[in-house]
């Protein structure tokens, strides 16, 4: 990786620490199958700085998603790279020292998922969940416990 993209690389992890969220989107289906996937997002109302993070994940070939919203009158972007590939393929590389445990988290999940390569809907593990509700708990959720024994629950 060259010098410019390894600078690109610690402002963006300055940029993931202050105003980024590491996290897991949790979809459930039918209450008896969820769907757990690693995001990365930052929002802001600084259309300038989205364009900066672009700027930089498209010379580097992390892809990402971009959409924005206008409540009360103020356009609020928000940039997401979604999915165990693309988190995989930038993790390595962020320098966050905020954030450092749920970068971790979510290292430690999508490493453990994609070792399943061709068994991708393989039930997740007890440490898969425990990384999940772990984060979950960072955040502050509320019933983050709950949420972990939902997550059991499904595992039968």
């Known amino acids: 990786m060259g010098n410019q993209q390894q600078r690109f690389l610690e402002w963006f992890g300055g940029i993931l620490d202050g105003e980024g969220c590491l996290t897991f989107k949790t ?40 959409t924005s919203k206008i409540p009360k009158g103020k356009t609020i972007y928000s940039l997401e790279i979604s999915g165990l590939k693309r988190v995989s393929k930038i993790l390595p590389y962020l320098k966050v020292r905020a954030k450092k445990r749920q970068a971790e988290l979510l290292r430690l999940f999508t490493e453990s998922r994609l070792q399943l390569k061709g068994k991708e809907k393989s039930p997740y593990t007890n440490q898969e969940l425990q990384y999940v509700a772990e984060l979950a708990e960072i955040h502050t959720r509320k019933n983050a416990q709950r949420l972990y024994a939902r997550l059991l629950e499904l595992r039968g």
């Open 27 to 66: 979809r459930w289906q039918r209450r008896r199958f969820i769907q757990i996937t690693p995001v990365i997002i930052i929002t802001n109302t600084s259309k300038d700085l989205i364009d900066e993070c672009i700027r930089g994940l498209s010379e580097i070939k992390i892809p990402y998603w971009v």
